[in-house]
């Protein structure tokens, strides 16, 4: 599942939730799996973050590069 379904999903779980449609078991069940999608999210989050910051640091290191004298 990808980044975009698991918020997809997240997004279902808040619905059924919000309609107070759900059993307490299935309830607390589906706040577990929120849970679990929310820190999967997250942990996806900040490995892109850091390979932005690593990518913008190498660019920044390229422009900085020995100056031509021409």
């Known amino acids: 599942m990808d980044f975009a379904e698991k918020i997809a999903e997240l997004e279902k779980i808040l619905q059924d939730m919000d309609g107070e449609k759900l059993s307490l078991d299935r309830a607390l069940e589906e706040y577990e799996r929120g849970i679990k999608l929310i820190r999967e999210c997250r942990a996806y989050l900040s490995e ?11 660019d920044e290191k390229n422009m900085e590069g020995p100056a031509s004298d021409e």
């Open 48 to 58: 892109a973050q850091q390979k932005v910051t690593m990518l913008a640091e190498e």
